[in-house]
């Protein structure tokens, strides 16, 4: 059976040509370089290596994690400048997920998540975005975050999302650092 005139348009917009390979395999190779560096008992990824590495933790707490994020150039809307919706979901995700397990460990993965987006033109090539991660509570084996966006320095809202992890059941909560005690059972 022949392609038809429509599958055979798709295909040609579809194809990837040997530069654009080239420059993607280039990419991977430097996002690889630098997560096998940072953290070599990971499994190194194109995304890890250029969107996530510009997260800076500035506290953690059991059940709350406050990071800065610096907008890069190459992770904006080419139509709209500002910061790419695909990236404020991955933010989220992976910011909801460490607060969850900063106060009950053990989660598997994310069920369901939901990210509104109130004004993304708050987050531009160079802003840098205040993020808080809380832990709403557990049911179960599931756990629900409450992650928010916000422009460092106007404080107006980029996004908010919300998160849904199942896993292991829930472990006692961390606590602080100045009053954990350590205790061996040699």
Same mark, same amino acid.
């Not at 995304?47 to 059991?62: C, D, K, M, T, Y």
């Not at 500002?82 to 598997?108: M, P, R, T, W």
């Not at 369901?112 to 991660?133: E, H, K, N, W």
């Given at each position: 059976?022949?392609?038809?005139?429509?599958?055979?348009?798709?295909?040609d917009v579809l /194809?990837?040509?040997?530069?654009?390979?080239?420059?993607?395999?280039?990419? +991977?190779?430097?996002? +690889?370089?630098?997560? +096998?560096?940072?953290?070599?008992?990971?499994?190194?990824?194109?995304?890890?290596?250029?969107?996530? /590495?510009?997260?800076?933790?500035?506290?953690?707490?059991?059940?709350?994690?406050?990071?800065?994020?610096?907008?890069?150039?190459?992770?904006?809307? +080419?139509?709209?400048?500002?910061?790419?919706?695909?990236?404020?979901?991955?933010?989220?995700?992976?910011?909801?997920?460490?607060?969850?397990?900063?106060?009950?460990?053990?989660? $598997?993965?994310?069920?369901?998540?939901?990210?509104?987006?109130?004004?993304?033109?708050?987050?531009?090539?160079?802003?840098?975005?205040s993020i808080t991660?809380?832990?709403?509570?557990?049911?179960?084996?599931?756990s629900g975050t409450?992650?928010?966006?916000?422009?460092?320095?106007?404080?107006?809202?980029?996004?908010?999302?919300?998160?849904?992890?199942?896993?292991?059941?829930?472990?006692?909560?961390? $606590?602080?650092?100045?009053?954990?005690?350590?205790?061996?059972?040699?």
């Amino acid at each position: 059976m022949a392609d038809s005139p429509g599958l055979a348009r798709a295909h040609d917009v579809l /194809r990837v040509s040997a530069d654009n390979r080239a420059r993607v395999d280039a990419l +991977s190779s430097a996002a +690889s370089a630098y997560v +096998s560096a940072a953290s070599p008992h990971l499994s190194p990824s194109f995304f890890e290596g250029f969107a996530l /590495r510009r997260i800076r933790v500035l506290s953690v707490h059991p059940g709350i994690i406050h990071c800065s994020y610096h907008v890069p150039p190459s992770l904006t809307d +080419s139509s709209t400048g500002c910061l790419a919706a695909g990236v404020v979901v991955a933010l989220v995700d992976e910011i909801g997920y460490a607060a969850a397990i900063s106060h009950a460990q053990n989660f $598997k993965v994310s069920v369901d998540m939901s990210v509104a987006f109130p004004d993304l033109s708050q987050a531009r090539a160079g802003d840098r975005l205040s993020i808080t991660a809380r832990v709403l509570g557990h049911k179960g084996a599931y756990s629900g975050t409450h992650v928010l966006l916000t422009n460092a320095s106007t404080g107006n809202v980029v996004a908010e999302g919300r998160h849904s992890i199942f896993g292991n059941l829930k472990k006692a909560p961390l $606590k602080p650092a100045a009053t954990t005690s350590l205790k061996s059972n040699l």
